[in-house]
């Protein structure tokens, strides 16, 4: 079956996935609505835990929940579940705030931490111990596995589950104290060891862990785990619809549990959707923070990276990947979605908005033979030829020119339409050129080309020769000299998993993920440019100009997607 075939069957699966589960969320929510339920509030919450920075998946999660909460005059809170302070830290903080205003939301005042809420969470946990709905366990966690049972035996009972309640707060109040070393006891829900979900055979909800906490310090030598502190921040914030992804579907009985079996004023529902897969790419942040650690990317704004702030660094833009989170909808299974998708997005964003240039890349000096050395001109081209507001530019032409290495050939095919010795090409907004020489080294390399130019056929004059090709080109006395980033999958196979039993996936990274290309020729305008500018080179792809690395001096590009957009042709093919 060819790739095209393979993604045309991809994308009728997904449209088709799509029409059936893109609106569940808002089925269960207005239904909601229509008996009364929540006194018809909506109420929703991204709940990051800062110990990552975000990807793409999670921007698909930003778009959903505060998407829904304005869709319904609801409330959506930013919250940070940062109850495991060995992996937190205040750099994935202020990475999270800057992500989700980038993508254009806002929680105004309602950003929280579970941290907040420790004191009241502890308060839970006593209510649980004096109800007789807690213990404290002093199996070790290697005993504890053991006692858990597995999918298909049920669990054992811990010897220190029926301790009295009297002692169980004692030993929970002196935990607290930091009378024992860390990993000694556990506090653990008592509810059934024989369940046949194994989130509900006793979980542990508080464990002893002297780490220092980035916002309150030294103050706790107990954390809530996650499980424990996520449903009740939750109900504290009076949250309507706490929307999470899949891989929570097992854990909502105990985040059941704890809502029914506490005094909390609000009873959130969840309600799970899949999460988002894509090709080429990994998601786990035990990936890709190895990734980040061992040096295989530069870091977690890496341009190669899924992560918001590589994809910003890239060139994507906001508008192209809340565009690409509403397409691919929001459904009730698991599947991987086409990377060429998301490019897709960006690409047509980009057209409509991003302002043409010019650059080359891999240079070749051109000298005009008959146009007079001491003279140069300014000629008139489109800033977007998609938006006749973005208006026009001047660009310099000159006797000797630059154009791209692979737009000549010494020896074409048959339909080579670009330059060859006694062919013409037209240059972009400028004259007919013919090829009348080659130059070369003494290795035997091409050093430049002798062409002549016509010059009655400039560009917008109405005597235009009509000739098959058409090249850019850049003013060799003008030119500014860039560096440009070729940026590629980070992954050779669509699934970097995909390695024999026992294999890493590691050994998919793509070498030619980044080509580094220095001394490339670009137009003056864009010495002009500012950080994080975009630009369509012309015939080239979508660049960017680096937001860390770009200055007037050091001009820096990253290319943001090609030009070559296969998934618009399965698009064209399904209307």
């Not at 992954?491 to 590691?506: A, R």
């Amino acid at each position: 079956m060819s790739e095209d075939n393979e993604r045309a069957n991809t994308a009728d699966a997904k449209e088709e996935n799509v029409k059936r589960t893109s609106n569940f969320i808002k089925e269960i929510i207005n239904e909601d609505l229509r008996i009364g339920k929540n006194n018809g509030r909506v109420h929703t919450r991204f709940p990051p835990e800062p110990n990552g920075y975000l990807h793409i998946g999670h921007a698909k999660s930003i778009c959903l929940n505060f998407g829904i909460a304005a869709e319904y005059n609801g409330l959506c809170n930013l919250r940070f579940d940062d109850t495991n302070p060995t992996k937190e830290d205040v750099e994935y903080v202020e990475s999270i705030q800057d992500d989700v205003r980038w993508l254009g939301f806002d929680w105004d005042n309602r950003m929280y931490y579970a941290s907040d809420y420790f004191e009241q969470l502890y308060e839970f946990a006593e209510m649980l111990i004096k109800a007789g709905k807690a213990y404290v366990c002093d199996l070790s966690p290697e005993q504890m596995r053991e006692y858990r049972g597995t999918l298909k035996e049920p669990g054992r009972e811990s010897p220190y589950r029926n301790r009295s309640a009297e002692e169980n707060l004692d030993l929970f109040r002196r935990m607290r104290a930091g009378e024992f070393p860390d990993g000694a006891r556990t506090l653990r829900a008592k509810i059934d060891m024989s369940s046949g979900n194994i989130n509900l055979r006793d979980p542990v909800i508080y464990r002893i862990q002297r780490t220092h906490h980035h916002r309150t310090g030294d103050t706790w030598c107990i954390y809530p785990m996650y499980d424990f502190a996520h449903p009740l921040s939750d109900a504290i914030e009076n949250i309507t619809h706490s929307i999470c992804t899949l891989e929570f579907e097992n854990n909502r009985p105990l985040y059941d549990w704890f809502i029914e079996n506490l005094p909390v004023k609000s009873r959130p529902r969840q309600i799970e959707f899949a999460r988002l897969n894509l090709t080429y790419t990994v998601m786990s942040k035990r990936k890709l923070l190895e990734l980040v650690q061992k040096g295989y990317v530069s870091g977690w704004d890496d341009p190669r990276m899924p992560t918001i702030a590589g994809l910003r660094r890239r060139g994507y833009t906001p508008e192209a990947i809340r565009d690409f989170s509403e397409r691919i909808g929001v459904a009730k299974a698991d599947s991987v979605v086409d990377v060429g998708l998301l490019e897709h997005c960006v690409r047509e964003h980009l057209n409509k908005t991003a302002l043409r240039r010019m650059a080359v890349l891999r240079p070749l000096k051109v000298v005009l033979v008959n146009y007079p050395e001491d003279r140069f001109e300014e000629l008139e081209t489109e800033n977007n030829p998609e938006d006749p507001g973005a208006g026009k530019r001047a660009i310099p032409f000159s006797r000797e020119i630059f154009i791209e290495e692979d737009d000549f050939r010494e020896d074409p095919p048959k339909k080579f339409f670009r330059l060859a010795p006694g062919q013409e090409v037209r240059l972009k907004s400028a004259y007919i050129i013919k090829c009348l020489d080659v130059v070369k080294d003494s290795s035997g390399s091409i050093k430049e080309l002798r062409c002549t130019y016509d010059p009655e056929t400039k560009s917008g004059t109405g005597s235009e020769r009509k000739v098959k090709g058409t090249l850019h080109w850049v003013s060799a006395r003008h030119a500014v000299d860039a560096e440009v980033r070729l940026y590629d999958h980070l992954f050779l196979k669509p699934n970097p998993d995909d390695v024999p039993e026992g294999g890493d996936y590691k050994t998919n990274i793509n070498p030619q993920s980044l080509i580094v290309l220095k001394g490339c020729k670009i137009e003056p305008s864009l010495r002009e440019a500012n950080a994080g500018d975009k630009f369509q080179f012309l015939r080239q792809g979508y660049f960017c100009t680096d937001l860390k690395d770009f200055t007037p001096e050091h001009p820096v590009f990253n290319r943001t997607v090609s030009l070559k957009d296969s998934w618009a042709k399965i698009e064209k093919k399904g209307e």
